[in-house]
């Protein structure tokens, strides 16, 4: 049965309650905890200044981080996927936002998470959206396992913001809240899974996941403004979309349908400026709650020995290169998301570097519980310490961005006014010393793109050449444009299909194909040659000119036909391949390597 207002006012109760029950824990022998908030939707141009997210960085928490390089990927938009290692390009998507469906369908609700936690003797609690398509039809078929507490959100009612149902535990009947905030609702949910916690002596995990900033959903199936609570409904009115060289620029940028849109008007920029401003007032409301926890875990003694850690599932972007409100693009905008990490041994105010991205989390909270990683995640775990920031680290210098499906009409007040467009592309980001680099393959052509974030941050002029010439006008680390192309669409070719220590070391693959290249193959596996042991591990590595034959013979990343889904037909090449001494053949063969996970043969996965 649905809970109205007389069952949430005896919700509070009982919460203010068990609250005063509860008893201060002594943290200074006990395993940490993880507190995991992920807010939904809220790109880098969203953080508002002076907010208590800053909290996690500044001085009252004593500890903090904030990764500049963390990317979040567009296949993986929905927060239950953070509690997964493994890249999903290696699941069937049709159609892409099946979600919770295609989550059980593919067997995957023993292998995620919260139940290798509690295999290691962690509790674990969950409040607000899981994942798209988990709904009040079939939230319990089969409920998702692994949590001592849940509250899940709950389709058709996940984006309303004051009128939501929740799936409470695998027991319990929903509960309806007409009027309640969807973000006071998380807060008070989350603030009595603490109290439960902190009463066991076992570490705990909690994830906490609101909607904000999510575009609201509106019951007859349009798209609305975030719906902000009355504390901040008249806050931030002259905050305007920030005017970067992106935003509505003179001269159109990009690829495919986003390079043919036209300038915005004044009228539009300015709903899109109210559009905005709805979204810093419900990132506020999170702000508080944010604050409300840090509180909560200040009360009990565990602040300390707490790791907080605060990101999104995605970017956004509102009128940058021209395009109207939404996220599903591969640009800065969309992919660079906030990932701020704090609690024992993270050292203070600090901003770094590192490359990161969602399937790199899960083997982060394993290393916060002092959990062995598992040998099949595709992710290797974020430094978050003070000790591996400063020492050697073996975290990849590369991430891959994918998407499938069409952009349709924008969530913002205006949208595109025409048909759906063509949105499906693979891209890559590659951080490294001397290099930030973005390069892409989309579907609609095939067209390509190139941008050197070094000299153009905002990714307007699009660097990728066709030609074959060694051109030395323009260089990247010293090398000309097609020799860094065939590289990184050799990286590409290998990350769109990898899984487990090929996507952690996808140079290594690459090489040990090159090694094989150069080698008498005895027996047709290039496993059985004797590998280089100065394998390039970075891309300014296999820049070396006597690579440039192999990288060149390598198939290009491409696509047959655009599709709504991750079709293997549409995928054109899925490995790269060792070439025959002369260099003028392709042996054509899909590399396994038991021990790099590659997948070249048997896409029974996918």
Partial sequence: ???????????????????????????????????????????????????????????????????????????????????????????????????????????????????????????????????????????????????????????????????????????????????????????????????????????????????????????????????????????????????????????ASGAAWIKDLPLQNQTVVDANNEYYRARLRVIAGVDDMVQQLIDRLEKYGVLNNTYIVYTTDNGYHIGQKRMQPGKQCPYETDINIPFIVRGPNVPAGNTVNVTSSHTDVAPMIFEMFGIPTMDDFDGSSIPFTAEKLTGETAKSEHVIVEYWGNMTGGEGPIGYG???KFNTY???????????????????????????????????????????????????LGRPLPAVQDRLDALLLVLKSCKQNSCRKAWTVLHKLQNATNSTITSGSPDNSTQDAATPASLAEALDPKFDHFYAAQPKVSFDYCDQGYIIAAEGPMSPVSVSGNGSEALGRRWVAIDDGWEGMDYERM
């Fill in 1 to 251: 049965m649905f809970i109205f207002w007389a069952l949430a006012l005896a919700y509070v109760i009982s919460f203010l309650e068990h609250l005063s029950d509860a008893a201060p824990v002594d943290s200074s022998t006990a395993r940490p905890n993880v507190l995991f908030i992920m807010s939904d939707d809220q790109g880098m141009n969203s953080i508002i200044p002076q907010n208590n997210l800053i909290n996690l960085t500044a001085s009252r928490s004593s500890y903090g981080i904030s990764f500049c390089n963390a990317i979040g990927k567009q296949i993986n938009r929905r927060p239950g996927n953070v509690l997964q290692s493994p890249l999903l390009h290696g699941i069937p998507l049709l159609p892409v936002k099946s979600g919770y469906t295609k989550f059980v369908s593919e067997n995957l609700t023993e292998r995620y998470l919260p139940v290798w936690l509690q295999n290691h003797n962690v509790n674990t609690f969950y409040v607000g959206k899981l994942m798209n398509a988990l709904s009040t039809d079939n939230w319990k078929s089969p409920y998702a396992p692994g949590w001592n507490h849940s509250s899940f959100l709950l389709d058709p009612y996940t984006y309303q913001y004051t009128n939501t149902t929740w799936g409470i535990d695998k027991t319990q009947e929903p509960e309806h809240y007409l009027g309640n905030h969807t973000t006071d609702l998380t807060a008070s949910k989350s603030l009595a899974y603490i109290d439960d916690a902190v009463k066991s002596n076992n570490p705990f995990f909690l994830m906490v996941a609101p909607i904000a900033p999510h575009v609201e959903h509106l019951p007859d199936g349009g798209l609305g403004a975030p719906v902000p609570q009355k504390k901040w409904e008249s806050a931030f009115q002259n905050m305007t979309v920030p005017q970067t060289p992106d935003f509505n620029p003179q001269t």
């Fill in 418 to 420: 025409s048909g759906p």
């Fill in 426 to 476: 693979k891209a890559l980001r590659v951080f490294g010393s001397g290099y930030n680099l973005y390069y892409s393959v989309w579907c609609k052509d095939n067209e390509h793109e190139l941008y050197d974030l070094t000299a153009d941050p905002y990714q307007q002029t699009n660097i990728f050449t066709t030609s074959t010439a060694n051109d030395t006008s323009t260089q990247i």
